[in-house]
């Protein structure tokens, strides 16, 4: 049984986050808002709680989860020598979507971190996420709450949705303010590099850090193979369950593109729908719009809700649109590439569409 706690007129119920700090204390599984997206929490220092959660989602035991913290003096439970960039940017970035990857100390079971010496962590910018790991008075290992491979989840219905029966609490916090997870930045390995993209922008890491590299595997392209930095790039992610999603990459000729592949689709029978942004002129068939070029924030914090809309509609095909790569554009051309599933094209005629063609 999932118990549900829904806002009325904007509040959850008195008690709420009391009644779910004692399910983590007590090894439940809560699903729970952050301003980023939905995360299936536990308490990070029980391995059989957070056990639970590889089961519930269907994880990759070798991939690890970011545990969350409600402050910097829990940082020091999990991870031994915090380098100093880490403190600036905690204190430039936190409550925030930046994911610091540290070292990590003896606390830590094995199944939160996939066995690696490093500990991913970061503080959620969210009221009922806070109070949650207050309560709990623990931290709380969470990766996104959907079922693996999924498109994440941005709303308590798609969390209801999914989730229903698997977890034992969820939360209601609205719609998710970003929509995209976290910045994952690797603080451990001599240069700081980006792992994943996320809701702080590399554009706002390079203020602090000039130095900053961008892992190759960060622009979504390819699964990554091999001994990955961050085993995530490794697996099939961002998904719909029914429909294919088929990218195609920012460039003039686009709207031709799309339609072609459109009319291709139609006249084999099978369904396809646009996703698209504001500017783009296509008005044929279903076309599900992201928001405005001009305000890719807008795009991130509807790209997941959209693409789930699109699979439950059971369309076979949806045929999207990329966008630049500046700011949070970054983050939202990762997880299209990676629902597209497809690597980079050998020739520039590849690249501007990636997924497989019907
Ligand atoms: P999710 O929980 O679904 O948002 O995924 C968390 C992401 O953070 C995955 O891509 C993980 O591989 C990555 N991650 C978590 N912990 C670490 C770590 N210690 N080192 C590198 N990457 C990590
Ligand atoms: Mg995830």
Not at 51 to 68: C, Q, S, T
Not at 255 to 281: H, N, P
Not at 298 to 316: H, K, M, Y
């Amino acid at each position: 049984m999932t118990l549900l706690f829904r806002r009325e007129r904007g509040r959850l119920p008195a008690g709420t986050a009391y009644i779910a700090g004692r399910t983590i204390r007590e090894g439940g599984v809560v699903v729970f808002p952050t301003e980023t997206v939905y995360g299936m929490g536990a308490d990070a220092l029980n391995s059989a709680a957070v056990k639970r959660i590889f089961e519930i989602k269907g994880r990759p035991l070798d991939n690890p989860v970011i545990v969350h913290v409600c402050s910097r003096g829990q940082v020091e439970q999990l991870a031994r020598d915090v380098p100093a960039m880490g403190r600036i940017l905690m204190e430039r970035f936190w409550p925030g979507p930046l994911t610091l990857v540290l070292r990590k100390g003896p606390a830590v079971p094995a199944p939160v971190t996939a066995g690696l010496d490093t500990v991913s962590v970061r503080m959620p910018d969210n009221r009922t996420a806070l109070s949650l790991i207050r309560q709990a008075r623990t931290p709380i290992a969470a990766p996104s709450a959907n079922i693996s491979g999924r498109p994440s989840i941005t709303s308590f219905e798609e969390a209801v949705g999914e989730l229903d029966g698997l977890v034992d609490v969820i939360i209601d916090g609205g719609s998710s303010r970003i929509g995209v997870e976290s910045t994952v930045l690797d603080l451990t390995s001599g240069v700081p590099s980006i792992l994943r993209p996320g809701g702080v922008t590399a554009e706002q890491l390079r203020e602090i850090m000039p130095g900053l590299t961008i892992h190759p595997a960060a622009e979504g392209f390819t699964v990554y193979r091999g001994k990955a930095p961050s085993p995530g790039m490794k697996y099939r992610h961002y998904a719909p369950v029914h429909s294919r999603v088929l990218l195609f990459e920012s460039q003039p000729g686009l709207e031709e593109a799309m339609i072609a592949k459109w009319r291709q689709i139609s006249r084999s029978g099978r369904t396809a729908a646009f996703l698209v942004t504001d500017e783009t002129e296509i008005h044929t068939g279903t076309v599900v719009r992201l928001g405005s070029r001009e305000r890719p924030e807008e795009i991130a914090r509807r790209l997941f809700s959209s693409l789930r809309q699109l699979d439950r509609s059971g369309v076979d095909y949806i045929l999207a649109e990329g966008i630049g790569e500046e700011g949070i554009g970054l983050a939202v051309m990762n997880r299209l590439r990676r629902s597209a599933g497809k690597a980079r094209g050998r020739s520039p005629a590849h690249r501007k569409e990636s997924g497989s063609s019907p």
